[in-house]
């Protein structure tokens, strides 16, 4: 009787294994450019110069250049995902939320750079930028639905389309703070930050 190859063999990956390790090598590879080029000398004939592959792999993966980039941020820079226990009064889910971004800060350190160097070319790309406005759209509207789904309004301190806005200004505001000057920026200080979210004036 012959046997056939496992899911987990190598010789019988599924497409989508394939796909998603191609991905993985054109992000990495864009990424280690764009640290010693920048964004602006990055050129997709580069990326797939460095990843061993031909342009073709990078539009069978993206869309144009601009994709690659969005798709660096998101990556590298995913959302942050808080643990929050059903029922958890509104206190205690900026709690999770405080104690989901001090974890990431190790992760967020090692890409700041990138980060930043993005958002300064995204600045003076406008194509670039409204694709920068969309998908942060749609991560507020996502936002927003979860925060709807695990606090009550009356629990808010404004409204919730307003309230993922003020959170995702003050996440990013702490990690690039605690990173530049991490002594300044000890946990109290998210722990607190968050905290005074929930006072209601």
């Given at each position: 009787m012959?046997?056939s190859?496992t899911?987990?063999?190598?010789?019988?990956r599924?497409k989508?294994?394939?796909r998603d390790?191609?991905?993985?090598k054109?992000l990495?590879?864009a990424?280690?450019?764009i640290?010693?080029?920048?964004?602006?000398?990055?050129t997709?004939e580069?990326?797939a110069?460095?990843?061993g592959m031909?342009t073709g792999?990078?539009?069978?993966?993206?869309?144009?250049?601009?994709?690659?980039?969005?798709?660096?941020?998101?990556?590298?820079?995913?959302?942050?995902?808080?643990?929050?226990?059903?029922?958890a009064?509104?206190?205690?889910?900026?709690?999770?939320l405080?104690?989901?971004?001090l974890?990431?800060?190790?992760e967020?350190s090692?890409?700041?750079?990138?980060r930043?160097?993005?958002?300064?070319?995204t600045?003076?790309h406008?194509?670039?930028?409204?694709?920068?406005?969309d998908f942060?759209a749609?991560s507020?509207?996502?936002g927003?639905e979860?925060l709807?789904?695990?606090?009550?309004?009356?629990d808010?301190?404004i409204?919730?389309?307003q309230?993922v806005?003020?959170?995702?200004?003050l996440?990013e505001g702490?990690?690039f703070?605690?990173?530049?000057?991490p002594?300044?920026?000890?946990d109290e200080i998210?722990?607190?930050a968050f905290?005074a979210?929930?006072?209601?004036?």
């Open positions: 012959k046997m190859a899911p987990h063999s190598p010789r019988r599924p989508g294994d394939k390790r191609t991905r993985a054109l990495e590879s990424r280690s450019l640290r010693e080029k920048g964004y602006e000398h990055t997709l580069a990326v110069e460095r990843a031909t792999a990078i539009y069978g993966n993206f869309k144009n250049r601009d994709e690659l980039f969005l798709a660096l941020g998101q990556t590298y820079w995913p959302p942050i995902k808080p643990q929050v226990q059903p029922g009064t509104f206190p205690e889910i900026l709690r999770a405080a104690d989901a971004t974890a990431v800060i190790p967020r090692a890409a700041a750079v990138g930043l160097t993005g958002l300064a070319y600045l003076t406008q194509e670039l930028r409204a694709r920068v406005a942060t749609q507020y509207a996502f927003e979860w709807r789904s695990v606090a009550k309004s009356d808010l301190p409204p919730a389309d309230l806005r003020v959170i995702h200004a996440i702490l990690v703070q605690r990173v530049l000057t002594e300044l920026m000890p998210f722990y607190a905290a979210l929930g006072k209601k004036t």
